[in-house]
């Protein structure tokens, strides 16, 4: 007599209320095994979501299953059992190796004959597709929230949901705290501790009760929403939600935050090109120091007796920015390229769109000699040797010219999008060379280059990719505009 576990299961992410609860799966399960006759071995009950895989009790019926403990499912409906590809391949492996004799539903009907596996397979399907179309539901949902302005989820701090409109409002409490708290950090007298101690005796708290952390003030200070706007996506958008506070006193805050991390111990000066050079000679580290009211960088010595000696920082800023004028673009250089990229992606859709249809064309066209290779086969004009051997051999061409349309595909004109970008970053180190910003300069060295040495006062640089090819480019060029054998150096590698 076939051996059964009864599996039922419910999630919360299942709002269909047709769905029966686990109580009353159980209680129908065993009604229909009774009238059925069916011999359940064990009741196995799990709350957890089937999109996905890993469900723990499921994996240890399979486990089970296919150790020989029961060769049969009993469960309300397939949706119960697998709601993702994985899963539902799962089963009908199992029904495939003989694993699995039998599979009972109250709702729905099977058996182990072709037929009864492909409906299976729909059943799968359809719950899957419901899952998915889900998801998409909900994420469309929260885009025409976004698109309306407003902001989803919990309200935060100082603000409510309104339950009836689905909207976020001000806290009667919490919101005139709030501005508050920006009007106080914004005089610049409050480190964010002595803020939060403020705060707090105003009566600035969570909704349980407890104290805010300072972290949790600064992540305050940080939020567009108390302004008006909000983050979605990484992305920000205005909302329609009321502001706590305007956005010029939002900015003040941000610059008084800048201002106080920036602010350096007392005796202590900011080096921004620490840590970035090693010495030419030896290879220890560049360190800094301050003399007469200038910064100096000097090798450490660590290592060995080292002949290398100071430099001026505005000497090596002077040298950095040489460096990256090296692999610049002037505005006029870099509008003429952008026009003849442009112009050739328009040129190239055309002839991708045929090269693509083409390699369709000929996976079309194996797969029709590999049915007719079939049907030769099966009306015994080719012995099974000859046909294993040539359809090996179509099978093989089909494959790769499947993957060179994916790779096509995967593709495509993305390296003309990259060598766009690349020539825009490009133009914007001739903007960092030629700034004052020391900051800037030292992460465009960053960007562009590799093992920056320093020696005999001078800098040295290795350009990576496509970088060095810009590098030899500019300088064949010698004031000219980019010679097309360097323009299409750094294109070809772009185009990998």
């Known amino acids: 007599m076939t051996k059964y576990f009864l599996y039922a299961r419910k999630s919360t992410d299942e709002p269909d209320r047709q769905i029966l609860s686990i109580e009353a799966q159980i209680t129908e399960l065993k009604e229909f095994a009774e009238r059925e006759n069916l011999n359940i071995v064990e009741n196995l009950i799990e709350s957890q979501t089937a999109k996905i895989p890993g469900r723990p009790i499921f994996n240890e019926m399979i486990k089970r299953i296919e150790s020989g403990e029961a060769e049969g499912?009993?469960?309300?409906?397939?949706?119960?059992?697998?709601?993702?590809?994985?899963?539902?391949?799962?089963?009908?492996?199992?029904?495939?190796?003989?694993?699995i004799t039998a599979l009972k539903f109250p709702t729905f009907w099977f058996d182990t004959t072709p037929q009864?596996?492909?409906?299976?397979?729909?059943?799968?399907g359809q719950s899957k597709y419901y899952i998915d179309n889900l998801s998409e539901n909900v994420k469309r949902g929260l885009r025409q929230k976004v698109r309306r302005g407003e902001q989803s989820g919990v309200a935060i701090t100082g603000c409510l949901n309104d339950k009836v409109n689905h909207k976020i409002i001000p806290d009667p409490e919490r919101f005139p705290l709030i501005r508050k708290m920006f009007e106080l950090y914004a005089t610049g007298e409050y480190s964010l501790k002595d803020l939060r101690n403020k705060m707090t005796?105003?009566?600035?708290?969570?909704?349980?009760?407890k104290v805010f952390t300072i972290s949790n003030i600064q992540m305050f200070l940080k939020n567009p929403f108390y302004y008006g706007a909000f983050v979605f996506n990484g992305e920000l958008h205005q909302g329609n939600h009321k502001p706590a506070i305007a956005k010029k006193l939002f900015d003040k805050c941000q610059e008084v935050m800048k201002t106080k991390a920036h602010k350096m111990k007392r005796g202590q000066k900011e080096y921004l090109f620490r840590s970035l050079l090693k010495c030419g000679e030896c290879g220890c580290s560049i360190t800094s120091e301050t003399h007469k009211g200038h910064n100096y960088y000097r090798c450490t010595k660590k290592k060995d007796d080292c002949s290398q000696k100071y430099i001026r920082e505005e000497l090596l800023a002077?040298?950095?920015?040489?460096?990256?004028?090296?692999?610049?673009?002037?505005?006029?250089?870099?509008?003429?390229?952008?026009?003849?990229?442009?112009?050739?992606?328009?040129e190239n859709v055309q002839a991708e769109m045929t090269f693509a249809q083409n390699l369709k064309s000929q996976i079309a066209e194996l797969n029709e000699r590999l049915d007719k290779l079939l049907d030769n086969q099966l009306d015994g004009i080719i012995s099974t040797e000859e046909y294993a051997a040539k359809k090996q051999k179509i099978l093989n061409q089909k494959i790769e010219i499947s993957e060179k349309l994916k790779d096509f595909e995967r593709k495509g004109n993305r390296w003309l999008e990259l060598c766009k970008n690349f020539i825009l970053t490009a133009n914007q180190a001739q903007i960092a060379a030629l700034r004052g910003n020391f900051s800037e300069k030292k992460n465009f060295l960053k960007r562009i280059g590799s093992n920056p040495l320093l020696r005999e006062r001078l800098v040295f640089v290795e350009y990576k990719n496509p970088w060095k090819?810009?590098?030899?480019?500019?300088a064949e060029a010698r004031g000219k505009a980019p010679s097309e054998a360097g323009n299409s150096n750094f294109t070809k590698w772009l185009r990998g």
Request: a positive charge.
């Open 318 to 346: 002077e040298q950095i920015s040489k460096i990256i004028q090296k692999v610049s673009l002037p505005s006029a250089w870099t509008k003429k390229m952008i026009a003849k990229l442009d112009k050739e992606k328009e």
């Open 201 to 209: 005796s105003l009566g600035l708290i969570s909704r349980s009760g």
């Open 73 to 99: 499912i009993l469960a309300w409906h397939p949706d119960r059992l697998a709601r993702n590809s994985i899963d539902g391949g799962q089963i009908i492996y199992l029904i495939d190796t003989g694993k």
């Open 116 to 124: 009864g596996k492909f409906m299976l397979n729909i059943a799968f």
């Open 469 to 474: 090819l810009l590098e030899n480019s500019s």
